[in-house]
């Protein structure tokens, strides 16, 4: 059993950055492809980002690709998000994800962390 500890949630303006972090225990960290999802206030939870358990591949949703960089070290167990250029309708709640693939993430990872608040004020 996987269990995702993610920090680095806040308040700040548009145009800020904020970086994301995750923690994973429970299980072999490098065995498992990672992400991100959100909920904004109101809406469905949505893909952001994942990386292959290598960190040689990552994918973005269009809504956050070219601001946000999902990165990996495999030996602190941590996944981490760098958030740039945040606008408004970044603010939610952010989730750490872990699957068996990229695929499983997108679709349905196996595993959720308790999520952290990111709230962005114009």
């Known amino acids: 059993q996987v269990q995702l500890v993610e920090s680095g949630g806040g308040l700040v303006q548009a145009g800020d950055s904020l970086r994301l972090s995750c923690v994973a225990t429970?299980?072999?960290?490098?065995?498992?492809?990672m992400g991100w999802f959100r909920q904004a206030p109101g809406k469905d939870r949505e893909f952001v980002a994942t990386?292959?358990?290598?960190?040689?591949?990552?994918y973005y949703s269009d809504s956050v690709k070219g601001r946000f960089i999902i990165s990996r070290d495999n030996g602190r167990n941590t996944v981490y998000l760098q958030m740039n250029e945040l606008k408004v309708e970044d603010t939610g709640v952010y989730y750490c994800?872990?699957?068996?693939?990229?695929?499983?993430?997108?679709?349905?990872?196996?595993?959720w962390g308790q999520g952290t608040q990111v709230t962005v004020s114009s």
């Open positions: 994800v872990a699957g068996t693939s990229r695929v499983a993430v997108m679709n349905g990872p196996d595993y």
């Open positions: 990386i292959t358990w290598s960190g040689g591949n990552t």
């Open positions: 429970g299980g072999t960290f490098s065995d498992y492809a």
